[in-house]
């Protein structure tokens, strides 16, 4: 099965439905959705999605329930799966807005102007809703933590109960419960077969498990964001969800290793079984990534970004290794109108050249066990089966190891990359890998 997953970041529902058939071709297996529930449609800020203002209904900036239904069965008609990102940490931060005019409702949802809204334009908000009455309210203040933002970073309870830059946190009510596992069971009859949980760590594990381990939802891709920085926060926030619960989440521990092995000090033998050394998250639990929305798009993340050349050898080693989700990001320059460097780095990166040739071998090799053939500090070779060879080398000069081809059909071997055959025969074989470089091999026949 396809398992690579493209997300579409800030993508608009129609743009996903144009390309439905494009998005097959190139080997993707799932794609992201921004967050659907409705959002602040005015503006065109990436982060609005991530500020939702009521379950109930399908409308931001990127489109409405129509052009989101659209866009499912596009992806549905070429056999794409489409997972939604879900955002049930908090909820729009409105109260500056609300203050201003006069109003006294500061955390309920979506609040007196919203439900005015709906009831002069019923019509329109029908066609958009998603479930539920929409003349009733959908949270009250009872359902959110006290007011004030998170002051301890490196607390449990601080983080899951805390504030998110004055965004209303809820809280853990029956009510809270009930409107979320409500809306999953109307987006999976909508056609969602996946979810990313947005602020993973922010949410207790039983918040986690009463709303998204439900039977509704065991059919389901489920998987979430743990945003951690380094090893500590690992140990905090990471590890524990991966211990107590089922939920595969974001890599940033094998982030971590890769940030730490294209160093100039590192060395590449850290990624031939990290998971071995707890410096990835087991083959079965982990969503594998260079870069997510968050590290290029706020400014506290931006030091996890890797040198251009790197995350090109990186995205080789993560979609041609054997383990994870790979998922692929791909924006339209959002970071760069703040960070000139950032311009087309990850602009329609999804049907660029390398990922489509990398995606390519992925499919063809997936499913067959990783060994490694040789390893040193600045380069490493990986045998995939018995036909599909990785070869990355970071150092700045030539390297020419030669490996023993035990476990290797003999015969011919195509560069996914470079477009270059190479014959493989005999008990050894020399490589030559050019300096700052990746190969994926395929065997294509005697």
């Known amino acids: 099965m396809r398992d690579v997953v493209l997300h579409a970041f800030n993508w608009p529902y129609a743009l996903i439905a144009a390309r439905a058939q494009q998005i097959a071709d190139c080997g993707y297996g799932a794609v992201l959705f921004p967050p659907p529930l409705y959002s602040d449609e005015n503006g065109g800020a990436w982060w609005q999605c991530y500020q939702p203002k009521d379950y109930r209904i399908l409308r931001s900036h990127l489109g409405r329930r129509a052009d989101l239904e659209s866009a499912l069965k596009a992806l549905r008609d070429v056999g794409v799966r489409a997972y939604a990102d879900v955002v049930f940490n908090h909820m729009a931060n409105e109260k500056a807005e609300r203050q201003a005019r006069g109003e006294t409702d500061l955390y309920d949802f979506p609040g007196a102007t919203e439900l005015a809204r709906y009831r002069s334009g019923r019509g329109q908000f029908l066609q ?38 004055g965004l209303p946190d809820l809280h853990l ?39 998204f381990m439900i039977d509704a939802m065991s059919d389901r891709f489920v998987f979430g964001e743990v945003l951690t920085t380094n090893d500590d926060e690992d140990t905090v926030f990471l590890w524990p969800i991966v211990h107590h619960t089922q939920f595969p989440c974001y890599d940033f521990a094998l982030h971590e290793t890769l940030r730490c092995a294209f160093a100039p000090t590192g060395t ?127 150092t700045a000069e030539w390297q020419n190891p030669t490996i023993w081809t035990w476990g290797l059909r003999q015969g011919r071997y195509h560069c996914q990359l470079h477009q270059y055959d190479m014959d493989v025969r005999g008990d050894m074989f020399n490589f030559a890998i050019p300096p700052r470089q990746a190969q994926l091999w395929l065997y294509v026949g005697a």
Request: glycine fraction near 8%.
């Open 128 to 165: 958009d809703r998603l479930y539920g009455n929409l003349d009733d309210g959908l949270f009250s203040d009872a359902d959110f933590n006290p007011e004030g933002d998170i002051k301890d970073w490196l607390s449990p309870e601080g983080v899951e109960e805390g504030w998110l830059g």
């Open 173 to 211: 009510t029956d009510r809270v419960v009930d409107q979320q596992t409500t809306c999953l069971r109307a987006l999976n009859a909508l056609g969602f077969t996946g979810y990313r949980i947005d602020a993973m760590k922010h949410l207790p594990v039983e918040h986690l498990t009463r709303v």
């Open 268 to 394: 590449l033998r850290d990624l031939v079984d990290p998971a071995a050394r707890d410096r990835a998250l087991p083959w079965n639990r982990a969503l594998t990534f260079t870069v997510t929305h968050d590290i290029p798009n706020n400014a506290p993340f931006r030091g996890l970004l890797l040198d251009p050349q790197d995350e090109y050898l990186a995205n080789a080693y993560i979609i041609g290794r054997d383990g994870g989700v790979p998922l692929v990001y791909s924006d339209h320059n959002e970071s760069a109108g703040d960070h000139a460097s950032d311009r087309d780095r990850w602009a329609e990166s999804w049907a660029r050249y390398d990922i489509v040739q990398m995606i390519g071998f992925h499919n063809a090799v997936h499913d067959q066990p990783q060994r490694c053939v040789f390893e040193a500090d600045g380069f490493v070779v990986l045998a995939r089966g018995d036909t599909g060879i990785v070869v990355i080398n970071k």
